[in-house]
């Protein structure tokens, strides 16, 4: 049994409720999420277009709505709750995230950036505040992809990125069609694609995350700014060559494709750091045929995943990538090939924001930090039409998509804290 809340206000630090922010309230709707699709390891289970992430969806319609917020869903199953602003004509501030998970996930990764995003409107209920621009808060459907192995499925519909025949012939693990799964939760995949939306309605879109890494937590400190997010380069890779007796081969008469792919391995761990800061190559998927303890590998197949916040570091280290297989083959009298499985474009957050985010981390009194992004979210999605921000939470020993997955509640109120103040700032200019 999930004791989320009890555990968050344990070490909760009550001076962090200012500004109309109230941390037993962020705890006790943390809590109330995870509670849905919570498993007897105290996981959350809540893959998307299930049962269980439209009940999450309808608990925080509810929020929305005693907030006094007006509520829709969009075709993808997007939720929507808004504000109206002074010039209600104006493009909106938008923020939000995603309450689906990965099978035994966190209790953190998605809630928290809904949770942020409506605790601000909660606390500008307080002071009777009013923004000028109007602020919505949004739930995208699907960010993690485990039900289809296709992620980011509703910001992706927002933005307008997808085909619906793309979408129709997604199958779940258990065969059941995208058409299928979604009538289930009461959506149309015929009207998938209006859910897009004119990017000239939105102004700007700010995402609070969990970081998922340890730079925060190694730095003490409760919050970060996002200064890009990297787009993954995922190759298969097949190195073939001929199997043989353990015993009756001799070494130098061999054509070991797991002596090459482990070659090739250990290789490309010391690339990425000659590219940026913040490339990253990881071989994380071998399969070994004929997989023998007294047999010579015939054929090692492997996913290499390169990521990168700058594009065209990311595609020249996969260049370097692609060329080091071919010759490390060639010298273990083997052959390589490769299959290209996807390539998207990271994005960078603007300087722009990026400053402002950092006036306004200053003003909650904490030292800016700014740091990449490594895994994928929905304001890159978003972030490819319009400006993008994201502030980053401390994650405790960096865990995450696994039950001890936490951050310190005082650290997430911080984190909203900065995120209010922020979009206050975004009130008066761009």
């Known amino acids: 049994m999930s004791m989320l809340k009890e555990k968050l206000l344990q070490s909760y630090d009550a001076k962090y409720d200012i500004d109309g922010i109230k941390g037993e309230r962020v705890a006790q709707r943390l809590h109330a999420i995870s509670e849905i699709g919570l498993s007897p390891a105290n996981g959350s289970n809540r893959s998307g277009y299930s049962k269980e992430e439209l009940a999450a969806k309808q608990l925080v319609i509810g929020w929305m709505k005693e907030a006094g917020l007006e509520v829709r869903q969009d075709e993808a199953g997007n939720v929507f709750g808004r504000l109206e602003g002074k010039q209600n004509d104006l493009p909106v501030i938008m923020s939000g995230s995603h309450v689906d998970s990965v099978p035994e996930g966190g209790h953190f990764d ?3 950036g809904v949770i942020a995003a409506l605790e601000v409107v909660e606390a500008w209920k307080e002071s009777g505040y009013q923004p000028i621009k109007p602020y919505e808060i949004v739930v995208f459907s699907d960010e993690e992809g485990s039900r289809f192995m296709s992620s980011l499925q509703g910001s992706k519909a927002m933005m307008g990125l997808e085909k619906l025949e793309d979408k129709l012939a ?11 799964v979604l009538a289930e939760v009461g959506l149309d995949a015929q009207k998938y694609l209006q859910a897009q939306r004119d990017p000239q309605e939105i102004d700007t879109y700010v995402e609070v995350h969990i970081e998922q890494g ?19 380069c995922r190759i298969e890779m097949t190195f073939l060559g001929k199997a043989g007796h353990a015993g009756n081969t001799p070494m130098d008469d061999r054509q070991d494709a797991l002596l090459a792919a482990s070659d090739f391995v250990v290789a490309i761990n010391k690339l990425p750091h000659q590219y940026s800061d913040s490339a990253v190559a990881t071989v ?4 070994v045929e004929p997989n023998g303890v007294n047999v010579i590998a015939g054929k090692v197949n492997l996913f290499v995943d390169t990521r990168d916040i700058y594009k065209d570091k990311r595609d020249q280290l996969v260049d370097h990538i692609l060329k080091l297989s071919s010759e490390i083959a060639e010298k273990h009298n083997v052959t390589v090939e490769h299959e290209e499985k996807s390539r998207v474009t990271p994005i960078q957050i603007s300087s722009e924001l990026q400053e402002k985010l950092a006036q306004s981390v200053g003003k909650c009194g904490i030292e800016p930090f700014y740091l990449p992004s490594g895994a994928g979210h929905d304001a890159m999605i978003v972030g490819s039409k ?26 997430c109120v911080q984190s909203i804290r900065v995120l209010k103040t922020f979009i206050e700032e975004l009130q008066e200019n761009k």
């Open 110 to 112: 998605g809630p928290l």
């Open 170 to 180: 997604l199958k779940d693990g258990t065969g059941a069609t995208f058409t299928e």
């Open 214 to 232: 340890k730079r925060l937590e190694k730095l003490n400190l409760p919050c970060g700014i996002v200064t890009g997010i990297a787009g993954s």
């Open 284 to 287: 994380g998927k071998l399969n």
């Open 386 to 411: 319009l400006p993008v921000a994201m502030i980053f939470v401390q994650s405790k020993d960096g865990v995450s998509h696994n039950p001890a997955e936490w951050s310190e509640l005082s650290d």
